[in-house]
């Protein structure tokens, strides 16, 4: 079953060999630290390549000329460290990683090492740390916080021509509602490659409506 999942992902993802061995190592990796660590939700294991792994990298085909990535609250990687995998042959390609939670950090350092992916790792708060970061071209996040918190933490990079990409459920229209209330930006509601209920939202030209 997860061979024949792996399969499609590659196929569907055009993933060259390389990738696709440095993928393997990211999907060991992440199940050995799983049974002491539990990074992702046990559940979702037997599925990674679907779940985690295709979840990620549809996110390419939303930006692809995009270098400079940042991937808010990315646990055990995903998409940012994923997408850090894939993208390594592609030139300038960056991923800057802001996770809080230290253990969480030590997975993403380790594994980027074992793979040679382009990361930075930053163990520290969102908050803390998105107004040093300039210079990104997309800024994603996946199953962090509503929109809503999503536009505030980012809106130094969304007002300065940063894309958005947030992978969302099926509450992602109304998520988009509540944020237009305080909100005006541009945005798309595109389908999730890997769960019909899911959507992604794609952000830009944020700016504060007037009081
Ligand atoms: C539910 S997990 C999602 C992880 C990953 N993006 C995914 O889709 O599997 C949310 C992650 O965000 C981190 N996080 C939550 N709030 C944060 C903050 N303010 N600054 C940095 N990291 C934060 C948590 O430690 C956790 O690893």
Excluded at 170 to 181: G, H, K, P, Q, S
Aim: glycine share 6%.
């Amino acid at each position: 079953m997860r061979t024949d999942l792996r399969a499609r992902v590659l196929i569907e993802h055009n993933v060259s060999r390389e990738t696709a061995e440095a993928l393997d190592l990211y999907v060991a990796k992440l199940t050995r630290w799983q049974t002491v660590k539990n990074l992702v939700g046990p559940a979702t294991l037997s599925e990674v390549w679907h779940r985690h792994v295709a979840d990620a990298l549809q996110l390419f085909a939303l930006a692809p000329d995009a270098k400079r990535w940042l991937d808010l609250g990315s646990g055990a990687g995903i998409p940012g460290l994923i997408l850090a995998i894939a993208g390594k042959g592609r030139p300038d390609f960056h991923v800057s990683l802001v996770e809080s939670n230290a253990r969480k950090c030590a997975f993403l350092s380790e594994t980027a090492r074992l793979t040679g992916a382009p990361v930075t790792v930053h163990n520290a708060r969102i908050e803390a740390t998105v107004n040093s970061l300039t210079g990104i071209d997309v800024v994603c996040a996946r199953a962090l916080a509503p929109l809503t918190q999503l536009l505030t933490w980012t809106e130094p990079l969304l007002t300065s021509g940063t894309v958005g990409l947030f992978p969302k459920g099926r509450d992602a229209a109304a998520e988009l509602t509540e944020a237009e209330d305080a909100w005006t930006f541009t945005r798309d509601l595109i389908p999730s490659r890997t769960d019909s209920q899911a959507r992604i939202v794609r952000v830009t030209s944020l700016s504060r409506v007037d009081p």
